[in-house]
């Protein structure tokens, strides 16, 4: 187990340093910051200065070591938009994100999860067909068009919620409801499948053969069977939302979190902060996947490390 | 004996016969049989990507053409007071009529998913499909960077991409492929790692079939199915990806449309032109929708394991 962990550790080293010195390179070998960060009439010797004070003006492999060496001391330089150190940006923006996640993820759970096992418990029923379609059709729908619809009717229309902003619940419930709809979808699905194909299992139809509940078979034996691919697919969803995919919904409705971060970086050709942004991704899909991975041998005690 | 053998062969031809008598499409339909649900989405995805061909001929309006004084009606199935078609989806801030910049709007989201899907796919299954088969460093090398890739959100590298490019629908399809064509590597080499070991390959190499002739001629035709589902699915992906992208306003830039792009410029009237949020997520959602629904019966009917079922 230790050694299992040590050498995935390793491995997202490996990892984290691969997809930063492809963003280093793609940035630096292709971009051009300075056409955008200084006016169109801007002369040739304030663009020459602006890249020397960017740094820009050295060869290549001294900047990719600089930016590695600062790397390993989390030292991504001052962001070029702020002139703040980039991580501390990061960082600050990290929370509000968190909680919009954290929140969508715990109603797509609270929804999900029972639904899912009720449709597997009763399959090719009325309830379990409109489940398996309304799930799929979650899914489709562009998450950040179901934002402008919830504001539409819930905000315009009904005025619960307030339409965009930060601070109280009812800035809340809008974004975090628009983002669990994906993941309910996901986890709705694959708990409907994982379940349906642990309740054909033998172990199953013997639990029922000696007289076990109904509840017994479905809580004690066949969901801890089917946690294996339900945790796999939170997981998922959960590095795929930590890591900007709340963007677009993050914009709907003003969010002020990483995802917005993103957005602006992209349109200021932040390269410091594009490089904090890219690490701090990094880490955090490499740490869920760890922990997703260690779960299995609890679900599962097949499975050793 | 070969009496017997004559027979036999017969038998096989009388019972081949009514399948054989069908027309084509007859049997194209019979595929369908028992999902219903696939049918139609197939239909609605062929009326889509139809009208998005032939755009030119069936937009009632021009969708650049702006018209300052009609902006913003609702949509109505009257005709307008100026005359013409009516403006069945309403018009926008500028008077363009949205049934048109709908329709065009398709055009540009089909044909960057459709780039993407078909480059990153052809890439993908040739780097997939000989990473498999030969292994080693080569399977190494091209798996470890799908690895590393894959476990990072295709998001921020297409971001990263455009950034340094520029906007643009040239520069987000080469954004969408360099995120696109892992996971089409990654399912080729998962299927020739079984057709690697089958009697069929074995023998074909024992002939002396060159390499280029097994991987392509043989392995290629018996693994296509799977491979087929990927990119139907990754249509799906694209879309959807495109119309992120263009809503943040990183991928397609007016005054071309996309739905996603419409999306993002009618947001700021959505309190009083709902039409013209609600329409694009509409088709946008019914697209990526049908694509599931026929990726999922690709799946299904054409899994080795469940052939015959018919």
Redesign the interface.
Known sequence: MKRYILMRLLYTVVVILGVSILVFVITHVIGNPVNTMLPLQATDAERAALKHQLGLDKPLMVQLSEFLGGMFRLDFGKSWWQQVPALGIVLHKIPATLQLVATALVIAVVVAIPLGIIAAYKPGTLLDRILTTTSLIGICLPPFWVGLMFVLFFAVKLGWFYTSGYGTIRHLILPALTLSVVPMGHLAQIVRFSMAEQLNAQYSITARAKGASDFAVLFAHALKNAATSIVTMGGMDLGRLLAGETAAVEVVFGWPGFGTLIVDTIGRQDFPLLQAEVFLVAVIICFINLAVDISYGYFDPRIRY | MSQDIQTNAQIQIELREPEQNRNAFQRFLRRFSGNSLALIAFIVLMVIIAVSIFAPYIAPYDPAKSDIVHRLQPPSLAAPAKGGFPHILGTDQQGRDVLSRLIYGGRVSMSVAFAVVAVAGAIGTVIGLISGYFGGWVDLVFMRLV???S???G???A???????GPGQRNLTIALLIVGWMIHARMARSQVLTARESTMVESSRAIGCSMPRILFGHILPNVISPLITTYVLEM?HMI?AE??MS????GIQPPASSW?LM?GEG?QY??NA?WL??F??LI??IT??CL??VGNWVREEFDPLQKGRH
């Open positions: 690895d590393i890739q476990s990072f959100p998001l921020l590298v971001l990263t991409f455009v950034m340094v490019l799906a959807e119309a992120n809503f943040l306003g990183y996603g999306i947001r959505i309190t709902w949020v609600v694009p997520g946008i959602g990526v929708l599931n629904l």
